[in-house]
C-alpha cells in the first residue's frame, strides 16, 4: 500500500550494548536462558532512516567502510523490517517503508547491533507515522523483537532479567571509557548459548548479579568495576575462538583496568581510566592487529530520533 508524505523522512540512532555482568541460568522451555545481566549503552551507533514507500526494503551501509555488513540479511528477516511491520501491525494497520541502516555497531558482535536497528526503526517510524506511542507500548513491541531491544530503547546503564528483555534502569554517576576490539568474523548466538550449555551441561542455578559490581557502579569506581567484570558466556565464546582468550590478555598488558568478551562475543571490550588511558590502550591494540579498535564513552542515551521532514 503507497501511504503518507512521500518527501517525508526521519532518522533515528540507537547504541550498541555491552553486558557489565552477564549471569546466565536455565535454559528455560521456551528456548531462552534465564539471565541476570547489567547492560550499559556506550557510543557506537546505528544510524536508521526510514522513508514511506511502496514496498519495505533495507539497505545497509557501514560508517567509514569499517564494520563488515555483508552478513546482515537484506529481506523479511531483517530485524528492522521485522520492527516496522511489527509497529504497524501493533497499531492495526499495513504500510511499508525504505530502510537505510548505517552501521556503526559491530555485526554479530556481541553488542546488540541488531537490537539497536529494531530499536531505531520503532522510533523512526513512530515519528513517520505520527503514532506517538506510550514508550511502555514501544517497550512490549521491542520485547517481542528480541532480548536486547527494549535495553536499546532505554540505554544508560540497567539491569535486564527474564530472557533479558525485562529492563530496569539503574541511576549511576560513573562515566566510563572503553575500548572496543573487534573481529574479522562474528560469532552466532545462538551457537554460542549452545556451547554454554555443553560445557555447563544442563547444570546451572539460578543467575544473580555480583554485589562487587553494584557497589562498583554505586561508588562510581573504575577500578573496582575492572576487577568485578563477569560473563558467564565467556567460556563458550572463548571455547569457540581459542585466540579472543590472547586478545583479553594482550589489553590487560597494555594496562586495562578490566578485560572481558562483549555478551556472545566475539567482540573484546577494556576497561579504561578516562579518554586519554582508552586512546593510549586502543594504539597499543591496534599495533597487535588483531582487528579493528574504538574507542567509545558510557553510559550514554539510548535510541532517538535525529531527524525529521515532512511529518506531522
Ligand atoms: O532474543 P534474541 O533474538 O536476541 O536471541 C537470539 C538467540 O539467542 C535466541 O534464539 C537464543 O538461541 C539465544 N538466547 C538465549 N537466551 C537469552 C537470549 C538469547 O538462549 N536470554
Redesign the pocket.
Known amino acids: 500500500m503507497s501511504h503518507g508524505n512521500t518527501g517525508a523522512v526521519v532518522a533515528a540512532t540507537a547504541p550498541a550494548k555491552i553486558n557489565l555482568s552477564l549471569g546466565v541460568g536455565p535454559?528455560r522451555s521456551d528456548?531462552?536462558?534465564t539471565?541476570a545481566t547489567v547492560y550499559q549503552a556506550i557510543g557506537l551507533y546505528d544510524r536508521v532512516t526510514v522513508r514511506p514507500a511502496d514496498e519495505t526494503t533495507v539497505a545497509v551501509t557501514a560508517t567509514e567502510g569499517r564494520v563488515p555488513v555483508h552478513d546482515v540479511p537484506l529481506d523479511a528477516t531483517n530485524i528492522a523490517v521485522r520492527a516496522a511491520r511489527l509497529l504497524a501491525e501493533h497499531h492495526g494497520f499495513e504500510r511499508d517503508v525504505e530502510i537505510t541502516i548505517d552501521k556503526g555497531i559491530p555485526v554479530a558482535g556481541g553488542m546488540a547491533g541488531g537490537?539497536a536497528d529494531a530499536a531505531a526503526t520503532l522510533l523512526a517510524c513512530d515519528q513517520l507515522w505520527g503514532l506517538d506511542s506510550a514508550r511502555e507500548d514501544l517497550l512490549l513491541v521491542a520485547a517481542e523483537l528480541?532480548?536486547?531491544v527494549p535495553f536499546a530503547l532505554l540505554g544508560g546503564t540497567a539491569i535486564g532479567t527474564g530472557?533479558?528483555e525485562t529492563v530496569t534502569p539503574l541511576m549511576t554517576r560513573g562515566k566510563y571509557w572503553w575500548v572496543v576490539l573487534e573481529s574479522p568474523r562474528g560469532l552466532s548466538?545462538?551457537e554460542v548459548?549452545r556451547t554454554f550449555d555443553d560445557l555447563s551441561g544442563g547444570e546451572v542455578g539460578d543467575p544473580a548479579i555480583p554485589d562487587a559490581l553494584m557497589l562498583a557502579l554505586r561508588g562510581a569506581d573504575v577500578e573496582a568495576l575492572g576487577a568485578s567484570l563477569t560473563n558467564d558466556l565467556q567460556p563458550a565464546a572463548l571455547r569457540l575462538r581459542p585466540e579472543l582468550g590472547a586478545a583479553l590478555e594482550q589489553g590487560l598488558e597494555e594496562s586495562a583496568l578490566g578485560a572481558i568478551v562483549s555478551g556472545s562475543g566475539p567482540s573484546c571490550l577494556f576497561l579504561c581510566q578516562s579518554r586519554s588511558h582508552a586512546l593510549h590502550v586502543a594504539t597499543a591494540l591496534r599495533a597487535c592487529d588483531l582487528g579493528p579498535v574504538s574507542s567509545a564513552p558510557g553510559p550514554v542515551h539510548g535510541a532517538r530520533v535525529v531527524a525529521a521532514e515532512g511529518t506531522a
Open positions: 535454559n528456548g531462552f536462558h539471565l537490537s528480541g532480548s536486547d530472557r533479558g548466538t545462538p548459548y
